[in-house]
T-cell receptor, first 113, second 111 residues
């Protein structure tokens, strides 16, 4: 079974731009969670989607948004990019909502200049 | 909000020695505590987990202990090998079904 995939793997943007990241979960998994990983903060939860609905949200500003499609693929959007948004963005999938075992993708490394 | 403190941030051990990483959590209602290993440039991978109704769990050279009263849990790696070198993250799961992670421990096993 193929693992979680994320595209693109690397991205360079400038301040003020917006960016969209994509995550394809393991086949059959319906829950997708997004995390931001930075050297100083570790992994921080952004949000979780299940059945095309956001079910949980972390403490991030409204510039961070997401959605999930009927095939469980998920996108994350960051608008009006700031330098501090530079990070590795990881998604993780699981079979059910709030399931304990989650499988991470390789991440998208975003650099904001 | 809920958080977990992880120590140490870096750890170097000689091959064959043991390594211990400790985490302390804030939400007493948390009931699930996984540990992830992230090798350089790779995705985090679950290596062991423990639920709040268990005090200890072992899987070959890796073990995790949980002290609910003190709200801390630890990862123990025995007979360390160079391939154990990685960043290790502890995490907890809140009653709101969110995961919160420690800031990671960079483990280096010196051959």
């Amino acid at each position: 079974k193929a693992g979680v995939t994320q595209t693109p793997r690397y991205l360079i943007k400038t301040r003020g731009q917006q960016v969209t990241l994509s995550c394809s979960p393991i086949s059959g998994h319906r829950s997708v969670s997004w995390y931001q990983q930075t050297p100083g903060q570790g992994l921080q939860f952004l949000f979780e989607y299940f059945s095309e609905t956001q079910r949980n949200k972390g403490n991030f500003p409204g510039r961070f948004s997401g959605r999930q499609f009927s095939n469980s693929r998920s996108e994350m959007n960051v608008s009006t990019l700031e330098l501090g948004d530079s990070a590795l963005y990881l998604c993780a999938s699981s079979f059910r909502l709030a399931e304990e075992t989650q499988y991470f993708g390789p991440g998208t490394r975003l650099l904001v200049l | 909000g809920e958080n977990v403190e992880q120590h140490p941030s870096t750890l170097s051990v000689q091959e064959g020695d043991s390594a211990v990483i400790k985490c302390t959590y804030s939400d007493s209602a948390s009931n699930y505590f996984p540990w992830y290993k992230q090798e350089l440039g790779k995705r985090p991978q679950l290596i062991i987990d423990i639920r709040s109704n268990v005090g200890e769990k072992k899987d070959q050279r890796i073990a995790v202990t949980l002290n609910k009263t003190a709200k801390h849990f630890s990862l123990h790696i025995t007979e360390t090998q160079p391939e154990d070198s990685a960043v290790y993250f502890c995490a907890g799961k809140t009653t709101g079904n969110q995961f919160y992670f420690g800031t990671g421990t960079s483990l280096t096993v010196i051959p």
